[in-house]
């Protein structure tokens, strides 16, 4: 019994310790945005001397030891600037004239409130990679702190309206496809609908 105590109370110690760590340095404030290793993701809302609450954007109170903010990865989103940088992968189909994708993503980023146009932090469009099926694109853009704060709606709102300008552009958004080859005999396709012979 003394055992489990002592064990039961080491854990009690090492978290009060750790809330006074962080209470002191202030590397952890309430209205902070938070990704933690264990994968909670959320706002701090209550900074306790054993333990932090962290209530995410479905509202939902996470009760977090303080040992795990000193001794796990933190990433603290909103720690000395409002400002954060995202990245939004889309593709389009091979052949597409990229200055056009460039101009019309760069106009569909501008129509999301929130969206930082400074010099240097103007919404682009970044040419990241050829996929399988698409030319694989990024749109990279510096959002306010209330983007910042919902990550997966920011992300929505702008894939919405990269979407919306795509097709208003003419660009199309491709699909998976597969090539198929035939090594021997024949094969016929009738593209009207009737059926097919070999």
Do not use: C
């Amino acid at each position: 019994m003394g055992v489990g105590i002592g064990f039961g109370l080491q854990n009690i110690f090492s978290n009060l310790v750790s809330g006074i760590i962080i209470l002191l340095e202030k590397t952890l404030k309430l209205g902070d945005f938070v990704d933690l290793q264990s994968g909670a993701v959320g706002k701090v809302t209550e900074i306790g001397l054993r333990y932090t609450r962290v209530t995410t954007n479905d509202n939902v109170d996470v009760i977090v030891p303080n040992s795990e903010f000193i001794n796990g990865r933190v990433t603290n989103w909103t720690f000395d600037d409002d400002l954060r940088r995202i990245h939004i992968p889309f593709g389009v189909a091979y052949g597409t004239d990229k200055d056009k994708v460039r101009d019309a993503v760069a106009a569909a980023a501008r129509k999301v409130a929130g969206t930082i146009l400074l010099p240097g932090r103007e919404p682009e469009a970044w040419l990241v990679g050829f996929g399988d099926s698409s030319l694989d694109f990024e749109l990279v853009v510096w959002v306010n702190h209330d983007l910042a704060m919902s990550p997966a709606r920011t992300q929505a709102r702008y894939l919405w309206e990269i979407d919306s300008a795509l097709r208003a552009a003419g660009i199309e958004i491709p699909f998976p496809q597969r090539d198929l080859h035939v090594r021997s005999g024949t094969l016929s396709v009738d593209l009207k609908g009737g059926p097919a012979q070999s």
